[in-house]
């Protein structure tokens, strides 16, 4: 299965102004994302789908492969569907959202994504990293529960599992998985998604990816050890970034 590794980056973001055109050590942000899935190799195409002619004139600044898209989505996930769907795209059967504020995604996270969908297991792929039992009590920071086979069962910013009795509190302490935001799909099932109306569940906790759970999408979660990534939301976040950047390509 070819794969289609997709940014999507707009300028809106309220916490953020255009946060994609923020630099990171010395670059834009969504150049550096666009870097780091260039450099894990796991797609034979990435682009980045913007509706922002600034956006567009930077990644060809840098020759990044940019894709100019309908101003009107309400969602990343749309913005990427318009992609999936044009003409030069259609051969990929599996594409990957990697969201353009992510620039430290682990490249463990990007491949188990994808490997739910590649492999056949699941229409849906996305990953969670083992976490502190501190991240409950954190509204942003989003938390999955997962079954047996590794399929999704609920996505939430409250604290799950919670914790009923405190005895069995070594029970909950191997199964805080903090959610990170990339997601992979078949191409049937990403048409399905954005298809699907807003579901009250997703209206209540704020996360779109309950949508398709809430249709009965199976969503496979790659877990992994490693800790989730520095994203970048705020003006604080980008500073850590930068400060964090000299680091992260020392390890890398």
Same mark, same amino acid.
């Given at each position: 299965?070819k794969?289609?590794?997709?940014?999507?980056a707009?300028?809106?973001a309220?916490?953020?102004? =255009?946060?994609?055109?923020?630099l990171?050590?010395?670059l834009?942000l969504?150049?550096?994302? #666009?870097?780091?899935?260039?450099?894990?190799?796991?797609?034979?195409r990435?682009?980045?789908? /913007?509706?922002?002619?600034?956006?567009?004139?930077?990644?060809?600044?840098?020759?990044?492969?940019?894709?100019?898209?309908?101003?009107d989505?309400?969602?990343?996930?749309? =913005?990427?569907?318009?992609?999936?769907?044009?003409?030069?795209?259609? %051969?990929?059967?599996?594409?990957?959202?990697?969201?353009? %504020?992510?620039?430290?995604?682990?490249?463990?996270?990007?491949?188990?994504?994808?490997?739910?969908? /590649?492999?056949?297991?699941?229409?849906?792929?996305?990953?969670?990293?083992?976490?502190?039992?501190?991240?409950l009590?954190?509204?942003?920071?989003?938390?999955?529960?997962?079954?047996?086979?590794?399929?999704?069962m609920?996505?939430s910013?409250?604290?799950?599992?919670?914790?009923?009795?405190?005895?069995?509190?070594?029970?909950?302490?191997a199964r805080?998985?903090?959610?990170i935001?990339?997601?992979?799909?078949?191409?049937?099932?990403l048409?399905? #998604?954005v298809?699907?109306?807003?579901?009250p569940?997703?209206?209540?906790?704020?996360?779109?990816?309950?949508?398709?759970?809430a249709a009965?999408?199976?969503?496979?979660?790659?877990?992994?050890?490693?800790?989730?990534?520095?994203?970048?939301?705020?003006?604080?976040?980008?500073?850590?970034?930068?400060?964090? #950047?000299?680091?992260?390509?020392?390890?890398?």
């Amino acid at each position: 299965m070819k794969t289609l590794a997709v940014i999507p980056a707009r300028l809106g973001a309220s916490r953020l102004p =255009r946060k994609p055109l923020r630099l990171l050590a010395g670059l834009p942000l969504v150049i550096r994302v #666009w870097q780091r899935v260039q450099a894990v190799g796991l797609a034979e195409r990435c682009v980045i789908a /913007t509706d922002s002619d600034e956006v567009v004139e930077a990644a060809r600044r840098y020759a990044a492969n940019v894709v100019l898209t309908s101003p009107d989505h309400p969602s990343g996930t749309d =913005r990427i569907a318009e992609v999936a769907a044009r003409r030069e795209f259609r %051969d990929f059967d599996a594409i990957l959202n990697v969201q353009g %504020d992510e620039p430290f995604v682990p490249a463990s996270a990007l491949r188990g994504a994808v490997h739910h969908v /590649t492999s056949g297991t699941f229409p849906l792929g996305t990953a969670a990293a083992r976490a502190s039992e501190e991240v409950l009590v954190e509204p942003n920071v989003v938390k999955v529960v997962a079954a047996d086979d590794g399929r999704a069962m609920y996505f939430s910013r409250a604290a799950i599992p919670f914790l009923r009795d405190a005895a069995e509190a070594h029970l909950r302490s191997a199964r805080v998985w903090q959610h990170i935001g990339v997601y992979a799909y078949a191409r049937d099932a990403l048409a399905k #998604w954005v298809s699907l109306p807003p579901h009250p569940l997703e209206q209540i906790e704020r996360l779109e990816q309950l949508r398709p759970l809430a249709a009965g999408l199976a969503m496979g979660v790659a877990l992994i050890d490693e800790p989730a990534r520095i994203g970048v939301d705020t003006a604080d976040d980008l500073e850590r970034a930068n400060a964090h #950047w000299t680091e992260y390509e020392e390890r890398s």
